[in-house]
């Protein structure tokens, strides 16, 4: 079995797809939302503001339970270093 092939992936994970998007339009979207979070939906911005949480909660309200993609618009990119929670028993 080979390694899917690029379109392949685009068209069955939504999320890859509005991510494409980002970085083919990436310094576009930097000169018009820089420092603040969008999200994209069917490659289309459909919101920003400068809090996730609130940028996801109203795009949820206006376009329900689909996938979305939402990112911070920024030169270097954040990464967040997450410690793996703990279960307690």
């Known amino acids: 079995m080979g390694v ?6 685009l068209a069955n994970d939504p999320l890859a797809s509005e991510e494409e ?12 939302y820089e420092g ?11 919101g ?8 996801a909660g109203r795009i949820f ?3 329900g339970d689909v996938p979305f ?3 911070k618009v920024e ?3 954040t ?4 410690s793996t929670p703990k279960i307690v028993r």
Do not use: C
Request: net charge positive; hydrophobic share 40%.
């Open 21 to 32: 998007v980002f970085r083919r339009r990436f310094n576009q979207l930097l000169r018009r």
């Open 75 to 77: 030169k270097e990119t």
């Open 69 to 71: 993609y939402i990112v």
């Open 4 to 9: 899917p092939k690029l379109a392949n992936i």
């Open 61 to 63: 309200n206006k376009l």
């Open 36 to 46: 603040q979070f969008i999200a994209l939906y069917h490659g289309r911005v459909v």
């Open 48 to 55: 920003n503001s400068t809090n996730d949480e609130e940028l």
């Open 79 to 82: 990464v967040y270093d997450l």
